[in-house]
């Protein structure tokens, strides 16, 4: 297993526009999160997955942003109608259940012209 | 509510000196658990260590050690004869335990440390 997998890497797009993220992780993990860094900051909770289900949002997931885990194994994170202050860097972690650490992927970073 | 402060923004060292990043923390929770994770330029968070809030026991991981203080909320990193490749930011979290475990991180600023050959 080669960790936490998420693309694109980049991505760049103009505001109004939908963009999609995948997140594939390591795969005996049942939980899974994504976080949202931007600039000069700590990542910040979003969500989080537990197998399929969606358990917590976070109150900076707007209207605008849905994310999926179908069958419990990759998650897509969608953001719908992007804003420049959607910007920044969206990281996606998965653990094991229990009092474990998250293996974090290498993130995506959204630039929203 | 819970919260994790580091105050340095920024450290810069010359390489083989000794270096202590600072992190203070906040929470009402009994049972939690911190961490620190460290993200090079590529940008992937990279695990150090983990710690639950009965184990106060300092710990050493070659050049790293972290000192665990419940007295003053604190868990401090010391890196021993830095080099440059510990070129890096350095981040604190938090998470919570006991029932409502749910494993989210809550994140400090993040300190910087740029250590210079």
């Known amino acids: 297993d080669t960790g936490v997998s998420q693309n694109p890497r980049h991505k760049i797009t103009k505001r109004g526009q939908n963009v999609t993220f995948r997140c594939d992780p390591i795969?005996?993990?049942?939980?899974l999160y994504w976080y949202r860094q931007t600039l000069g900051q700590g990542p910040e909770f979003l969500t989080y997955?537990?197998?399929?289900?969606?358990?917590?949002k976070s109150r900076l997931l707007s209207d605008r942003f849905s994310a999926e885990r179908p069958k419990g194994s990759f998650s897509t994170l969608e953001i719908q109608r992007t804003e420049q202050g959607d910007s920044a860097m969206y990281l996606c972690?998965?653990?094991?259940?229990?009092?474990?650490?998250?293996?974090f992927g290498q993130g995506t970073r959204l630039t929203v012209v | 509510a819970q919260k994790v402060t580091q105050a340095q923004t920024e450290i810069s060292v010359v390489e083989k000196e000794d270096v202590t990043l600072d992190c203070v923390y906040e929470t009402r929770d009994t049972t939690y658990y911190l961490f620190w994770y460290k993200q090079p330029p590529s940008g992937e968070l990279v695990f150090l260590i983990r710690?639950?809030?009965?184990?106060?026991q300092n710990e050493i991981s070659g050049r790293y050690s972290w000192n665990f203080q419940k007295s003053t909320s604190s868990f401090n990193f010391t890196i021993t004869a830095s080099q440059v490749v510990d070129s890096a930011v350095y981040f604190c979290a938090l998470s919570e335990g006991g029932s409502s475990n749910t494993g989210k991180l809550i994140f400090g600023q993040g300190t910087t440390l740029q250590v210079k050959p």
């Open positions: 710690r639950n809030s009965f184990d106060e």
């Open positions: 795969s005996e993990h049942n939980r």
């Open positions: 997955f537990q197998n399929e289900a969606q358990l917590e």
């Open positions: 972690a998965s653990k094991e259940g229990g009092y474990t650490e998250a293996f």
